[in-house]
T-cell receptor, first 115, second 111 residues
């Protein structure tokens, strides 16, 4: 059974550009969550999607957005990139929606560098 | 607001010694607590999941306990090996499938 797949694994952008990251969850999993990991702030929750609906959102500016498709694949977008957006972006999938006791499984992440 | 703390931030032990990693959380209204391992530049690997109704969970050399009343979880790794060197993270799960992570404990097991 394939794990959570994130693409691209590495990317470099310049300030002001936008970026789109993709996440394919484990087959059969319908919940996808996104996290940002930085040396200073650690791991922080961005948002969670279930059945194409955003169910929960962390404390990030509106430049950070996401969506989920009918096949449960998810994308997140960051517009008007800032230097501080440089981070490892991790996606997690779970077989259950928010509030349940399901386990989360993480992908390898997409490392974004903003110059 | 849930806050999760892991102390110490780093520790170094000789091979064969048992590891004890601590995790504390401020809000006991959690669904479960999950322990992860992260190697440099990699994603998170799930180690153990303890449901809020459980006291402990075991997998091989790993054992994790949960005491909701005191807001604590402990991960024990028996007979440590150099391959156990990594950062270990705990995360408390609340409503909305949201994980709140601790800052992690960086472990070095010296041969």
């Amino acid at each position: 059974k394939a794990g959570v797949t994130q693409t691209p694994r590495y990317l470099i952008k310049t300030r002001g550009q936008q970026v789109t990251l993709s996440c394919s969850p484990i087959s059969g999993h319908r919940s996808v969550s996104w996290y940002q990991q930085t040396p200073g702030q650690g791991l922080q929750f961005l948002f969670e999607y279930f059945s194409e609906t955003q169910r929960n959102k962390g404390n990030f500016p509106g430049r950070f957005s996401g969506r989920q498709f009918s096949n449960s694949r998810s994308e997140m977008n960051v517009s008007t990139l800032e230097l501080g957006d440089s981070a490892l972006y991790l996606c997690a999938s779970s077989p259950t929606p928010g509030g349940d006791t399901g386990e989360l499984f993480f992908g390898e992440g997409s490392r974004l560098t903003v110059l | 607001k849930q806050e999760v703390t892991q102390i110490p931030a780093a520790l170094s032990v000789p091979e064969g010694e048992n590891l004890v990693l601590n995790c504390s959380f401020t809000d006991s209204a959690i669904y479960n607590l999950q322990w992860f391992r992260q190697d440099p530049g990699k994603g998170l690997t799930s180690l153990l999941l303890i449901q809020s109704s459980q006291r402990e969970q075991t997998s091989g050399r790993l054992n994790a306990s949960l005491d909701k009343s005191s807001g604590r979880s402990t991960l024990y790794i028996a007979a440590s090996q150099p391959g156990d060197s990594a950062t270990y993270l705990c995360a408390a799960k609340a409503a909305g499938n949201k994980l709140t992570f601790g800052g992690g404990t960086r472990v070095l097991v010296k041969p």
